[in-house]
């Protein structure tokens, strides 16, 4: 079972919550799991994916252009049909409560839904997720440093314990699909 997390990540915050799905997802069965900022991300290495997870810091609601440049180069695959059935789950860090987190996810998975992936959300049966998250994916708000020579207000443990169910949820529900297949 292949699960590549794939992140645009600009001062560590989501970075750091890419790292904790990566994580999650590790600790089911045989998944093997690729971690890349979206600089070192092979578009053609997704034809081999059994599930994609993608995440960016949220701009005014919406992905941030290192992402969305990287998901517009996935034509190819598009009109390939190369992305169909594969698992897909989202994520992101806003810097303000009200940041748009979940205009952010919606704009995420919109993509995969063109490419007929199988989205993946976090349940409300998750306990981190009735108290911190979202049902489309894992969206979570580190505040903007008020100095620069402060150090960075990184995803705290309540966030990263949600991004560890995310990748743990994505790399179950490939293990039933790819083991069905």
Known sequence: MK?????????????????????????VGQA???????KE??????????????????HFGTISAG???WIDRLGYLWAKGKLIGK?????????TVHGGIEATMLN????MFHH???????PGNIPENALYGSYYGVGVTCPVELSED????????????????????VAEITEKLTRNS
């Not at 093997?32 to 979206?38: A, C, I, R, T």
């Not at 007929?116 to 976090?122: A, D, E, N, P, S």
């Open 3 to 27: 699960i590549y997390v794939v992140y645009d990540s600009e001062g560590g915050h989501t970075e750091a919550l890419a790292r904790s799905i990566a994580e999650g997802a590790k600790q």
């Open 32 to 38: 093997e799991v690729w971690l890349h900022h979206v």
């Open 41 to 58: 991300a092979d578009i053609y290495e997704l034809a081999q994916m059994d599930a994609i997870i993608w995440g960016c810091p949220g």
């Open 67 to 69: 992402l969305k440049a």
């Open 87 to 95: 698992v897909g789950a989202v994520f992101c860090t806003t810097a």
């Open 108 to 111: 995420l998975i919109t993509p």
């Open 116 to 122: 007929g992936m199988i989205v993946v959300g976090l």
């Open 150 to 169: 402060d150090p960075p207000n990184l995803p705290k443990e309540n966030d990263l314990a949600l991004g560890r169910a995310l990748g743990r949820r």
